[in-house]
């Protein structure tokens, strides 16, 4: 078993429209989605980060130079993510494709954890 | 971890309901002034929930973290423009609600936020405000209904629905409206101004709803709340109430039974009984005989005695239709409703036959009631009854003509069908 990383990206517009009941209705989806793949004893975290840019810290000529996030401007930010356990990459990508990030107009990028010495 | 079923099943509604009590309670707090305020702060709790709950799955006790989330954002919204006062009476209440939200007993708490949410229906339902207002202001603010689910419930669009509660509001505002129960001098007409929009409310999610749309349905069952809140409130607890409840407890009952397969409508004589709710209808019932313990008979009264007895016939062909046509004969010499007469005409067939039933059917025509398509439906089978299978076929056809609905038109296809069918058989 190898692990893999669900980043989920989220669209910056937000669903301000929706209704009460049609929120509940997308939660019910992913929690059902994570209740599958934590039964199938795959799931190994999941977790939300927070909505601002982040901070952003590079060496500039000898100095660390720490900035807000560059993402402003970018329309999906990393919103959240899923770490689960399947055999390969193949396998990885049929969990993500029920996810109902998708559905809600997400992306997921899906990187494998390299645990290779 | 609490699981799917918890969000979904036995937690049914909760958001839709939590958005109506938080609206309440902070609106009681806080005044009218502040209704906007108080809708964002909430929906923006909302959405929080989504991204936090999706990607962490759900908290220990979910209506606590709602209320707790809601509470910081509408506090950090309020703090530039209202009074000190109101903040902490604001706080209290609602770290309050927040411990009480786990307990599944039934608190105090509980009862004031009934309490809250009766004010709330009172206000909504203000004589200022015009008929239609009052539904989508009602359903807004104390069912937690979208704009959007409004406007699918009433065939409307979203831009007239948002505009209207924008006016309704201000219109609250400009009148001062408070969150009471009106004083006993006043409680008359306005708790009849309430039973009133829950009646259109119920009807209007019962009168298409063959499957179409979920949110037609819950328009019933939202009525249907908000009628056990007004029947287990003491000052509310009338009479008029209890029918009230009892008619809607009945028809709904049937709600199960009236959409077939594919989505099609299902009329009275073919439905499956055992598909009824036998519950709804022995909650009906306790309600209906609580509704006969005064002197006043209300139009209710007479509309729940009718629905009763087909809720507790064993088949279409068992019903009481003697009292049922007497119950009818009442009701249109209190108040006259072409509706009202045209469902008489079904009971009169069965007690004196289709001849007499469909001689007085056409007494009744006018243009008004040939746009309505029930008439032709009642006049189709009427005809087919006494021989006219031309003729009933010609009805039906007119009918479909007349509705948009697809659950309608479907049945209506295919009972011309049958009808067709029989005919060329020569039966």
Redesign the interface.
């Known amino acids: 078993m190898e692990g893999f990383m669900l980043l989920?990206h989220?669209r910056t517009t937000?669903?301000?429209?929706?209704?009460?009941?049609?929120?509940?209705g997308?939660?019910?989806e992913?929690?059902?989605w994570?209740?599958k793949i934590a039964e199938q004893g795959r799931l190994l975290g999941?977790?939300?980060l927070a909505?601002d840019d982040g901070r952003h810290l590079v060496l500039d000529d000898g100095a660390i130079r720490v900035t807000d996030g560059p993402y402003t401007e970018a329309k999906e930010v990393l919103?959240?993510?899923?770490a689960i356990k399947a055999a390969d990459y193949d396998e990885a990508v049929e969990i993500s494709k029920d996810c109902?990030?998708l559905k809600y107009g997400g992306r997921i990028e899906l990187r494998k954890i390299d645990n290779h010495r | 971890m609490p699981?799917?079923d918890q969000?979904?099943e036995s937690v049914d509604?909760?958001?839709?309901r939590?958005?109506g009590q938080m609206t309440a309670v902070l609106t009681r707090i806080f005044g009218f002034g502040k209704i906007d305020l108080i809708e964002d702060a909430i929906?923006e709790s909302?959405?929080r929930?989504?991204?936090?709950?999706?990607?962490?799955?759900?908290p220990d006790n979910p209506r606590a973290w709602l209320i707790q989330v809601a509470k910081n954002n509408i506090l950090d919204r309020l703090r530039k423009s209202s009074r000190d006062a109101d903040l902490e009476e604001g706080s209290r209440l609602l770290d309050a609600w927040a411990r009480s939200a786990g307990s599944s007993v039934d608190t105090a708490f509980e009862k004031e936020i009934r309490e809250d949410q009766l004010q709330m229906i009172f206000a909504c339902c203000h004589p200022a405000l015009t008929p239609d207002s009052r539904i989508a202001l009602t359903l807004k603010t104390v069912g937690?209904?979208?704009v959007?689910?409004i406007a699918v419930a009433f065939l409307s669009n979203k831009d007239a629905v948002a505009k209207m509660l924008v006016r309704a509001k201000k219109k609250l505002r400009d009148e001062g409206a408070r969150m009471e129960i009106p004083a006993p001098s006043e409680l008359g007409p306005r708790l009849e101004s309430v039973l009133k929009v829950l009646y259109l409310m119920f009807n209007e999610g019962y009168s298409a709803s063959g499957g179409e749309s979920a949110v037609r349905t819950?328009l019933c069952h939202e009525a249907i709340r908000l009628a056990r809140l007004l029947a287990d409130h003491p000052l509310t607890s009338q009479p008029k109430v209890h029918a009230l409840a009892a008619l809607f407890l009945f028809q709904a009952s049937r709600l199960p039974a009236r959409s077939g397969e594919g989505g099609t409508l299902t009329i009275l004589p073919d439905q499956d009984r055992s598909l009824w709710d036998r519950k709804m209808i022995a909650e009906g019932l306790r309600h209906f005989r609580s509704s006969a313990s005064g002197s006043e008979i209300s139009d209710y009264h007479l509309e729940a005695e009718i629905a009763s007895y087909h809720a507790v016939s064993e088949d279409y062909g068992s019903t009481d239709w003697r009292a049922l046509l007497e119950a009818y004969d009442r009701l249109l010499e209190r108040r006259y409703s072409q509706i009202a007469a045209l469902n008489r005409i079904i009971a009169l067939a069965e007690v004196e036959g289709p001849d007499k039933a469909l001689e007085e059917l056409q007494t009744l025509a006018d243009e008004k009631l040939e746009a309505y398509y029930p008439y032709h439906v009642t006049l189709a089978e009427l005809q087919r009854r006494t021989g006219l299978g031309e003729d009933a076929l010609r009805s039906y056809e007119f009918a479909a003509g007349l509705v948009e609905n697809e659950a309608v038109k479907r049945f209506l296809r295919k009972r011309r069908e049958e009808i067709g069918a029989k005919g060329s058989e020569g039966v």
């Not at chain 1, 919103?79 to 899923?82: D, E, I, N, R, S």
């Not at chain 2, 509604?13 to 839709?16: A, G």
Request: glycine fraction near 14%; avoid cysteine; proline fraction near 3%.
């Open positions: 989920l989220d937000q669903q301000g429209d929706l209704s009460p009941e049609e929120i509940q997308i939660i019910a992913y929690v059902a994570r209740d999941g977790e939300k909505d919103g959240g993510y899923f109902p990030h | 699981g799917y969000i979904t509604h909760l958001f839709r939590h958005a929906q909302m959405l929930a989504l991204s936090h709950w999706s990607y962490k799955g759900l937690g209904f979208s959007g689910e819950d």
